[in-house]
């Protein structure tokens, strides 16, 4: 302040605005994490995935003439089977999938990686149709009881970033690879007539092809760290069909499926080399 006038001096301004820059500066982030040309990156991965279309199996009706291999009580007593189209939703709903990520940065905006995923679902059991019984005109329920889902991803992709990088930015990245799916093993029973057929192989080990788009944010929290949140679509091939026990009973072509579309919701953090 000058002693005489009363104003501040030119110092004094000089100073207070070099308090006002350091206090700004401080406030902002010190680093943003994010692609850089010719660095690598690493992610965890974590998402809800909750699928949207796609049979574990299809329908069919088929006559079976004689119900005894079956139920020996039940020798001369014939049936129809009708078995309806059952989705990956209603056999094992929602799956938690988890991951890692390495990507390398084209340049600030872009990057390719290599990611690798485990989906899972528990073992699901519903009413998949019923046995129609002409000698009592009747319907039996018939239930399906199927093992878990577990399938590993391996895929490549791209990813392009928008705007500059500072609190938040919007991404598109889009997935191609392959994904191998664990054995899946499903039994049948009808209770009201005593039968159960347990464990028959449906689904073999096997791999699909797979692939996904995604769109999301990345928030950075400093120069080497940040998180994405994002959300798109995954797909996987049809499954390997196994009917050395469906045959016998005429559903051999039940299984001819097995192909999954889901929608993730997904967390990842990220950290910068």
């Not at 390719?112 to 329920?141: C, H, K, N, W």
Request: with cysteine; glycine share 12%.
């Amino acid at each position: 302040m000058h002693p005489a006038t009363g104003h501040p001096t030119d110092e004094t301004i000089a100073m207070n605005k070099l308090l006002l820059a350091t206090a700004l500066c401080t406030l902002a982030p010190a680093a943003f994490a994010g692609p850089t040309e010719g660095r690598f990156s690493m992610s965890v991965l974590g998402s809800l995935d909750t699928p949207v279309s796609g049979d574990v199996h299809k329908g069919a009706t088929v006559a079976v003439p004689d119900l005894g291999p079956l139920n020996p009580a039940l020798a001369g007593v014939d049936a129809e089977l009708r078995i309806g189209a059952r989705g990956h939703d209603q056999v094992y709903g929602a799956a938690m999938s988890v991951g890692l990520e390495l990507a390398y940065g084209l340049s600030e905006r872009s990057e390719v990686f290599v990611q690798a995923r485990q989906t899972s679902a528990d073992d699901g059991r519903l009413r998949v149709g019923a046995a129609y019984v002409p000698a009592l005109a009747t319907e039996l329920d018939v239930f399906g009881h199927f093992s878990g889902y577990d399938a590993y991803a391996w895929e490549f992709g791209y990813r392009h970033y928008f705007g500059e990088a500072r609190w938040a930015r919007p991404f598109v990245a889009a997935r191609l690879g392959a994904t191998e799916t664990d054995a899946i093993q499903a039994t049948f029973d009808i209770p009201a007539a005593a039968i159960t057929i347990p464990d028959a192989p449906f689904f073999e080990k096997a791999w699909a092809v797979s692939g996904g788009v995604e769109a999301g944010v990345q928030v950075p929290f400093t120069e080497r760290f940040g998180m994405t949140i994002s959300g798109g679509i995954n797909y996987i091939g049809d499954l390997s069909d196994d009917d050395s026990a469906l045959a016998g009973l005429g559903l051999a072509a039940i299984n001819d499926t097995g192909s999954r579309v889901s929608v993730p919701l997904s967390i990842s953090g990220r950290w910068d080399f």
